[in-house]
């Protein structure tokens, strides 16, 4: 119906409302808060100012119109390139964070030059251009960034400005050569494999096969079909109920996570139909609307499902949430598209328990829940809490991880959903893994937490969950603590108790239960310190205590949850 998509039209602004009295005098900013982030303060407002394109670009390029957001990026766009103006932005260095900015700007020229260029006059066409050109003069990181360069040159040439064509070429080879295998791609050589791939290298190869088909065919139909495999595995990271496994790292981008389905309905693929892919984004933005993400005037928050600095990156600013606009990418889809009539559809029927070898990791569908099992850390990144955010045992879409405030106590590292040690007063947790391997119904990896000790876990995926067991060969007497999910405990309903084999936490929407099959260890329900959880305030942590000896000790755990 056209009303509908009036209606996510209206979300949609919405949420960009609160940022109009926050414009900076120069007019080519936002400014949203006072913490910082390891780049340049004053490339902070351009931030904010850069990403709700990725929401307004496609709202303008399916027929929207909004003269009020038109008028303050045309103003915006002009006065951050024009060289000794008020709001000018300044010129770049090496890996500048600008650069990553400059690809909502186009994201812009190249979907909606009616509204972003063509109003402009010629000198400050030529400002933006050069302004631009920029990132052809610098290097740009060697990752996911290599799209923003590819961008901004696809977006010069078709405005028919100067572009560095060898740079634009250099920038798919290398986005090539990240490449793996079933869609997926690392994000760099040897980099992490994590959303990443769907709100960043899917979605810009998918982008790129959108607005280059004539310049480059065969690319954008390698594109499209790497796309369509990526889009068959991506599907088993959502919830029936809408939400999506929180796993790696920006998790505060939140609806990011259904970025890609949602440029998805625009570029047609046929994998799943309209109605299916109408469903997976409309419910993932319904879950989201009902989490208190925004502070008391309306602007987003760093966090996930509640504000919560202390599971950010290094490089979140007060404007980084707004990459979540991407979601908004069915939007370039005009009202008398099929997709606004098609109904939506729940998830099709997913496999229990399937594979997934381009994303090394197993996912596992357990009463409407996505559950992912992964490869775990790969490398170390200059980012905070990796473990946390990579190397855990399992993953869930209705219990996001926690992270830890320090590695002190139990209750400060709030070890969920993971096998950790205690030792001389330091809780060590599940890092790299020496080797790691899907089996044929679960997964097996060798690593060590510390110094001194090895382990072998093996998990055997079982109906409602999984089974543990832990070959640990220790050279030092410590504790071991086999942990479940981490489950809400501040909500009516919510109770936890420990048996003699088990530790169970419930509340009213499942429950988590860890229990002990060796009948040597000590059933427990940690009360973590609150806000380590990226999903609820305050929970606890069922899990077993385990005496580790000098040798070779077993453990056996079996976790289940609904």
């Not at 991506?234 to 998790?251: K, L, M, P």
């Not at 005009?334 to 939506?344: G, K, L, S, V």
């Not at 080797?435 to 990896?445: C, I, K």
Request: hydrophobic fraction near 40%; include cysteine; glycine fraction near 8%.
């Amino acid at each position: 119906m056209d009303n509908e998509r009036i209606q996510w039209a209206a979300r949609m602004l919405a949420l960009l409302e609160p940022l109009k009295s926050r414009l900076t005098p120069g007019g080519s900013g936002f400014a949203l808060g006072a913490t910082a982030a390891h780049y340049e303060t004053a490339t902070i407002p351009m931030e904010a100012f850069s990403r709700p394109l990725w929401a307004l670009v496609p709202f303008w390029a399916g027929g929207g119109h909004d003269a009020a957001w038109e008028e303050i990026y045309r103003r915006g766009l002009v006065s951050g390139t024009t060289p000794g103006g008020p709001g000018y932005w300044g010129s770049c260095r090496d890996l500048d964070q600008k650069f990553v900015e400059m690809a909502a700007i186009a994201y812009g020229l190249l979907l909606t030059p009616d509204v972003l260029w063509d109003p402009l006059t010629d000198t400050e066409r030529e400002n933006l251009a050069k302004w631009l050109d920029n990132i052809n003069h610098y290097e740009c990181s060697h990752s996911n960034w290599q799209f923003f360069c590819i961008l901004v040159n696809c977006a010069l040439k078709k405005r028919g400005m100067p572009y560095n064509k060898e740079r634009l070429e250099l920038g798919l080879t290398r986005i090539d050569s990240y490449y793996d295998t079933h869609g997926w791609y690392f994000d760099g050589k040897g980099g992490m494999k994590d959303y990443y791939n769907g709100f960043a290298i899917v979605f810009y190869s998918l982008l790129y096969a959108m607005t280059m088909q004539q310049d480059d065919p065969a690319r954008c139909e390698k594109f499209r079909a790497r796309a369509c495999a990526f889009e068959q595995d991506f599907i088993y990271w959502f919830d029936e109920n809408g939400a999506a496994v929180a796993y790696g790292r920006s998790q505060t981008y939140r609806f990011a996570q259904a970025a890609f389905f949602s440029l998805c309905a625009a570029a047609e693929l046929p994998v799943f139909t309209p109605g299916i892919i109408k469903g997976i984004v409309t419910r993932h933005l319904d879950w989201w609307a009902a989490r208190p993400i925004t502070d008391n005037g309306g602007v987003l928050t760093i966090g996930y499902a509640y504000p919560n600095l202390m599971m950010s990156e290094n490089y979140n600013a007060p404007g980084s949430p707004y990459w979540c606009m991407k979601a908004f990418a069915f939007l370039m889809l005009p009202a008398e598209h099929p997709f606004w009539q098609a109904p939506a559809e729940p998830l099709p029927a997913l496999d229990a328990v399937r594979p997934l070898p381009g994303a090394e990791m197993l996912a596992q569908r357990v009463n409407g829940m996505a559950v992912l099992y992964p490869a775990a850390l790969r490398v170390k990144h200059p980012f905070p809490q990796m473990e946390e955010k990579y190397a855990k045992l399992a993953y869930c879409s209705r219990y996001a991880f926690s992270a830890a405030r320090s590695q002190r106590t139990l209750e400060e590292a709030a070890p969920d959903s993971v096998l950790s040690f205690r030792y001389l007063g330091h809780i060590f947790v599940k890092a790299a893994p020496e080797s790691w391997e899907m089996t044929e119904n679960g997964t097996r990896a060798v690593w060590s937490p510390l110094p001194g000790v090895q382990v072998v876990t093996e998990l055997l995926l079982c109906k409602g969950g999984h089974l543990r067991r832990h070959t640990v060969t220790s050279e030092i007497a410590c504790e071991a603590f086999d942990a479940g999910f981490a489950i809400p405990d501040d909500c009516p309903g919510a109770t936890h108790s420990c048996t003699a084999a088990a530790a169970r936490a419930e509340h009213p929407g499942g429950f988590c239960a860890v229990e002990d099959l060796t009948g040597r260890g000590t059933p427990l329900v940690l009360e973590p310190m609150p806000n380590t959880s990226l999903q609820y305030p305050r929970t606890v942590i069922p899990m077993v205590q385990y005496a580790i000896h000098p040798g070779t000790t077993v453990l056996e755990t079996k976790v289940t949850f609904a």
